[in-house]
């Protein structure tokens, strides 16, 4: 059985599964210790109101306590004696409450939301003075197990909260519930729809459902409540500062959480058997925003969401992982993954469990991430990839610890800029990998460590610490540097469609991997969006120039080669290939006077280790097929960098330390230019610093 991990918390505090049959599992034991415990501890232990509007229900409905005494919707639910009964006078208390009201719900009572509209819509409470749903202590009798109330959803929706007649709602506090699908297909916890925000939700179980939360938009979006910045503007009608913290997901046979909006946190939350048991289906799923259904669909940026200090345990609801764990699809800027643990006690994996997707994933829908972080993360356990970024500008892939033990050949520790997504994608660049431990198995050929693969320009690589726990009989690779060594990055240009409708034979000269390549027969007329100039340029691109490709960049285009030559070594320049071709390599950017340049596609790669026990089998560059002396030989990079023991602690991954042992190769052997503060601990890093994850043990 494998060793489930506690970290410390660094930094602050759809229908996919529509005819999908929950699994009734049961009550699973949650963690006693660590931040889960006390961040849920923490509601279960707020004061109960002593004043101000309260309205008490109580119902004795399946599960509920032997002592149960239910009251009566004749009741005026002013005191425990005097209770309300039913799940739908909860509904309508709530719906009327005041600001800073308090509905409560008899700890040891079960109520029923079979045949209740469950909708509420408040437009008395505010961010500041929120309405609160929560337990309450029985005082006319004493429950002979305390537990909090439950909510069974049946086939409907445990909560919905709802926009009321196009007025924005706020402020709503919810604690210690327990919304309990029963294995019934087609059942939801809680579902937030249509401009609300400001809702904080703690110490809930949501167990046994088809899905456990649902975040989504409005049916319609108002003309220009999005703009795309910068700065980014977004007044559309979504969910805003949702906070989910302390709160249990298990069982749950689609989804645990699906949506989008603006500061959407899960914080300290426990997952088990969640989502990620096919394809479509994840244990959280950070959406994407579609303000019209054109071709290419105009996108909203989601911004500020974080999912920090969860602890994800045997995703696959069914028994085995057959999806990824966390993704995010669309575009979202500041996305924060962070201090999170993955692990596998029972489950099995299917080749197709990921842990971490971020990036392409949408059709017809331009993916990007700005300025995403995924940060001191522990993964014990994924089959073909740990983490993968992907249209990702501007981002940081840091402190990670990613272990497996048992993935198919061809598995990767850490994937970043793969240029297989939608056509309408926004190209990868500017990624930091650093200070990453990769402990990875060595028993299939054709394992990866980290890959930095399809486009960009600026990528840093350093510090990372990449392992095989023994060899193969085919090859392992520590990395795959794939893109030539230089890039052309061109500057911003119109995205105004008009400018470029009227060329029909456009064409530049550009040079990749020494040699000139005539780019000619560039045919705009039928383009609709800048995304289909983009995407005519690159096909174009690849066909003239061997080995080449392009990317948008949001506001320019950006030229990379696909091998580690030369790569891209001049600005474009007009045609010389082909007859009446148009010059546009000053309308697309390229050209020095329109702010193109030739820039480095690594800034920096240096200072890592890479070790497998059979040394012979371990290759440097997978692109290349090189060794280390050669990859640097040939690039320049990684003079710093050693094939080497890295003699940890201890490797087991039963019982495992990745700290540096005394006198291990990593200890103050990493760059101190990339290295972040804090270690996976939260642990101030010496100077120099050391490579990997971990600092080395005092």
């Known amino acids: 059985m494998r060793k489930l991990v506690w970290i410390p918390l660094m930094g602050a505090l759809g229908a996919c599964g529509a005819g999908k049959t929950a699994q009734n599992g049961p009550h699973i034991p949650v963690p006693t210790t660590g931040t889960f415990a006390s961040a849920s501890a923490a509601c279960a232990n707020e004061a109960f109101p002593s004043s101000g509007s309260i309205v008490y229900v109580c119902d004795c409905q399946s599960g509920a306590d032997a002592k149960c005494v239910p009251g009566s919707d004749s009741n005026d639910g002013a005191t425990p004696a005097t209770a309300l009964r039913s799940y739908g006078k909860v509904i309508a208390a709530y719906s009327a409450a005041p600001a800073g009201g308090t509905v409560a719900m008899c700890r040891g009572g079960a109520f029923s939301a079979s045949g209740v509209g469950t909708i509420v819509a408040n437009n008395n409470c505010r961010a500041d003075n929120p309405c609160v749903l929560r337990d309450y202590a029985p005082t006319n009798w004493t429950p002979a197990h305390d537990q909090n109330p439950i909510i069974h959803t049946a086939n409907n929706t445990g909560l919905t909260l709802n926009e009321d007649q196009s007025k924005h709602q706020e402020g709503f506090r919810i604690l210690n519930l327990d919304f309990e699908g029963d294995g019934v297909s087609g059942s939801l916890g809680m579902f937030l729809y249509n401009d609300v925000s400001d809702v904080f939700v703690c110490n809930a179980t949501f167990n046994g459902l088809t899905d456990g939360v649902h975040l989504t938009g409005s049916n319609a979006y108002p003309t220009g409540c999005f703009s795309a910045g910068p700065p980014i503007v977004n007044n559309c009608p979504v969910q805003r500062r949702v906070t989910f913290q302390g709160n249990t997901f298990s069982n749950i046979a689609s989804m645990g959480f699906f949506g989008f909006g603006d500061s959407i946190h899960f914080y300290n939350n426990y997952w088990y058997r969640a989502g990620a048991d096919s394809s479509p289906d994840h244990v959280a799923y950070f959406g994407a925003l579609e303000l019209d259904h054109n071709t290419p669909i105009t996108p909203g940026i989601n911004q500020d969401e974080q999912f920090v200090g969860n602890i994800v345990v045997d995703p696959g609801p069914a028994g085995v992982c057959d999806g990824t764990m966390v993704v995010a699809h669309g575009s979202h800027s500041g996305l924060l993954v962070q201090g999170n643990s993955f692990s596998f006690s029972q489950n099995t994996r299917t080749n197709n469990c990921f842990a971490l997707g971020l990036g392409s994933g949408t059709n017809g829908f331009p993916d990007v991430f700005f300025n995403t972080v995924v940060d001191s993360n522990i993964i014990d356990g994924y089959e073909s990839g740990g983490i993968v970024v992907n249209a990702c500008q501007n981002c940081t892939v840091s402190n990670n610890l990613v272990m497996n033990d048992d993935a198919n050949a061809g598995s990767v520790c850490i994937r970043v800029g793969d240029n297989s997504g939608d056509e309408y994608d926004l190209g990868n660049t500017a990624t930091t990998i650093v200070n990453n431990t990769c402990y990875l198995p060595g028993g299939y050929s054709g394992n990866l460590g980290i890959t930095t693969k399809g486009q960009g320009a600026g990528y840093v690589l350093a510090n990372n610490a990449i392992v095989f726990n023994g060899g193969s009989s085919g090859n392992l690779y520590c990395t795959e540097q794939h893109l030539g060594l230089s890039s052309l990055l061109g500057g911003a240009i119109s995205t105004d469609v008009s400018n470029y409708t009227s060329i ?16 000619t027969g560039l045919d705009f007329s039928k383009a609709k969006t800048i995304f289909d100039v983009a995407v005519t340029l690159n096909q174009k691109l690849g066909s003239a120039a061997s080995g080449a490709e392009s990317s948008w960049m949001g506001s320019n285009f950006l030229l990379n080669t696909t091998t580690n030559d030369a790569g891209v070594t001049t600005l474009a320049s007009a045609p010389t290939g082909g007859s009446g071709v148009t010059d546009v390599s000053a309308k697309l950017g390229l050209t020095a006077g329109s702010g193109g340049k030739v820039t480095a596609t690594y800034a920096a790669s240096d200072n890592s280790l890479c070790y497998a026990p059979a040394g012979p089998d371990l290759i440097w560059d997978m692109q290349g097929n090189m060794s280390l002396s050669a990859w640097t030989a040939a690039s320049g990079f990684d003079a710093a960098s050693q094939i080497a023991e890295p003699l940890f602690v201890s490797a087991a991954l039963s019982n495992y330390d990745f700290h540096p042992a005394l006198g291990s190769p990593l200890s103050g052997m990493g760059d101190p230019a990339y290295a972040p503060k ?21």
């Open 504 to 519: 029909t034979n456009g064409g530049f000269d550009v040079t990749t991997n020494g040699m000139v390549r005539h780019v």
């Open 678 to 698: 804090l270690d996976i601990t939260g642990a101030q890093r010496p100077n120099p610093p050391d490579i990997g994850a971990y600092n080395a043990s005092k």
